[in-house]
């Protein structure tokens, strides 16, 4: 399972969010009812919340990506899987599909499910490797006859098989066991594997001691007997568990990312630092890489145990992460599926080395049909334009803001927003007027604007610079009560005194949203479901309730067409 246009010491801050919810393993509990009218019952059933390019399987419940791998050809994604149920509850194991291209997907079934005393209770996350010779191998988490995980080892069957129908658990297995004082319930997910200088295999295991989250490091020569590291590669205290460990170099030389899934309150969370290998530790540039509060977010919305893996077919490295349902459990068995995978994102290091860039990798632009453009559109305090001419609900939408002209007007900053960006969403939601903001985009808008979803941006004067908000709301995004409707948030680290201008893409998929601001310097994917998608048509409007003008330098819309998924 950042603010260097602000304060150059602040930017380690702007990862710090704090939320309540109630969760189950990786499952949001939202409690409500079974739809009890047929209204309420026919928004439910609608085929039209099914993404058209983001990846799902046919039915059933789909949670965290596992392995992702290219080998001989093909784009490997396994899944974690019920084939039984649209719920997280039993016989969880592992779903198969394969790509050229990362967007059109053919699925292989079952790569692997509960068969072995090592884990007959679940087939739970991990990874893949490539030992010598260009052979894949999978190290994941399995639930033993006592419901503890373990760590195994699968094998392709046929190495010649480009599409590794079938894998091998070999009866040695469990490699690693937990060791005295952990509890096997809090000891899972290893990472993918990497050589030191040494010669010995590494890999990364998540683990709870009390209340204090673990990155354990084994070794191992053989990749069969693995030994345990004198010290955890990184710790914090009161974290909670560490779920889906990813460790990679990226960026300039020794420059690594320690990523990690934090089970208590469902964020995902980086630290940028190098690794003394001498040592087997990881070292954080900002001291305050022992905080965890003060990470920073991977994206600040239904995003979670994401995996990243080298493409070495176009040398980069990219990341795949669930996005869970914003409905109820009843309704999930309503629909009869569960889940969703977000597009594949190129991840890399900003300028200063400091903090993630996201952006959808450049093959998903192949589904992109009618294409309108805009320049040069100036949006009034208060004023409302429809971009029309596209099908709003499964399109893909870049815009650039400019407002360099209005930069003196942004209301003053006060720094303690810092530690709650989604507070300031809600108390500073897209009607609220401001100086500079709210102004953004309407998407998947009813047509009376009862429904919508707002992602939208303020911006803010330091004293001497800029802070720029980003938010999506999904608080109106629909008029079904029971929905998980937060408001997301987080700042962008763009410099506005330089050019006075922010940019957004957003990439609309029926019931899901991905939106990247400045330029994927932060990320925000949200779950929702109009009732007005399940019935009519919706809108996208770009909007402007701030008291200066800001105008849409450029605007380029362009409808989606279906991926191939089958």
């Not at 084939?83 to 079952?110: E, K």
């Not at 994102?345 to 959808?360: E, F």
């Not at 300031?424 to 100086?435: A, D, F, K, N, Q």
């Not at 029926?510 to 109009?530: A, C, D, L, W």
Request: glycine share 10%; aromatic share 14%.
């Amino acid at each position: 399972m950042a603010a260097g246009s602000l304060l150059p010491t602040l930017g380690w801050v702007f990862g710090l969010i704090f939320a309540g919810l109630e969760l189950s393993r990786r499952n949001i509990l939202i409690v409500s009812p079974p739809a009890s009218d047929s209204s309420a019952a026919e928004f439910v059933l609608s085929k039209n919340y099914r993404t058209a390019f983001h990846f799902q399987p046919d039915h059933n419940w789909m949670n965290d990506p596992n392995a992702p791998m290219y080998y001989e050809g093909y784009y490997h994604l396994f899944y974690q899987y019920n084939p039984d149920s649209a719920l997280w509850v039993s016989n969880i194991s592992w779903g198969h599909s394969v790509s050229t291209d990362l967007v059109h997907w053919t699925g292989l079934g079952i790569a692997f499910s509960p068969s072995k005393p090592f884990d007959i209770s679940g087939c739970w996350s991990g990874s893949a490797t490539f030992l010598p010779g260009n052979k894949p191998v999978i190290l994941y988490t399995g639930l033993d006859t006592e419901g503890g995980g373990v760590q195994n080892v699968a094998y392709p069957k046929n190495l010649s098989d480009p599409f590794l129908r079938e894998w091998i658990k070999p009866d040695y297995n469990p490699l690693i066991k937990p060791f005295e004082g952990v509890n096997a319930s809090w000891f899972r997910d290893p990472s993918t594997a990497w050589v030191g200088q040494d010669g010995l295999w590494r890999i990364l295991v998540g683990l709870k001691l009390g209340n204090d989250g673990y990155a354990i490091l084994y070794k191992s020569k053989d990749f069969v007997t693995w030994d345990r590291a004198k010290d955890p590669l990184h710790y914090t205290n009161g974290s909670g568990m560490w779920e889906c460990p990813d460790f990679f170099p990226l960026g300039e030389e020794g420059k690594y990312v320690l990523k990690i899934s934090f089970f208590d309150n469902f964020y995902e969370r980086y630290t940028v630092g190098r690794y003394d290998e001498e040592r087997d530790l990881f070292v954080g540039d900002d001291p305050s890489s022992n905080d965890y509060n003060l990470w920073q977010r991977v994206d600040h919305g239904s995003f979670y145990a994401s995996k990243t893996f080298v493409d070495v077919n176009k040398n980069r490295r990219i990341m795949w992460g669930w996005s869970n349902e914003s409905d109820s459990k009843p309704d999930d068995v309503a629909k009869g599926w569960s889940g969703v995978q977000t597009i594949p994102r190129i991840v890399s290091l900003d300028a200063s080395g400091k903090q993630l860039v996201q952006w959808p990798i450049e093959e998903i632009e192949s589904l992109r049909g009618k294409h309108i453009h805009l320049s040069n559109v100036e949006l009034e305090p208060g004023s409302l334009h429809e971009l029309e001419g596209l099908t709003a609900s499964q399109a893909d939408i870049e815009v650039e803001f400019e407002l360099t002209m209005s930069l003196n007007r942004a209301e003053p900053f006060d720094q303690n927003w810092l530690l709650d960006p989604p507070k300031l969403c809600r108390e500073r939601g897209p009607s609220v007027h401001g100086g500079l903001g709210a102004f953004g985009l309407l998407v998947l808008a009813s047509d009376n604007l009862e429904e919508h979803t707002a992602v939208y941006f303020r911006v803010f004067n330091t004293g001497g610079n800029y802070a720029v908000l980003m938010c999506t709301d999904q608080r109106k995004s629909s008029a079904r009560n029971e929905l998980y409707k937060p408001a997301f948030g987080g700042f962008v680290n763009v410099d506005m005194k330089k050019d006075g201008k922010i940019s957004l893409r957003t990439l609309i998929d029926h019931s899901i949203v991905e939106s990247f601001g400045g330029g994927g310097k932060t990320v925000i994917t949200s779950r929702v479901y109009p009732t007005s998608l399940s019935k009519s048509s919706t809108h996208l409007y770009a909007f402007n309730n701030g008291t200066e003008s800001v105008k849409i330098s450029e605007f380029n819309g362009w409808n989606m067409a279906k991926a191939i998924i089958s």
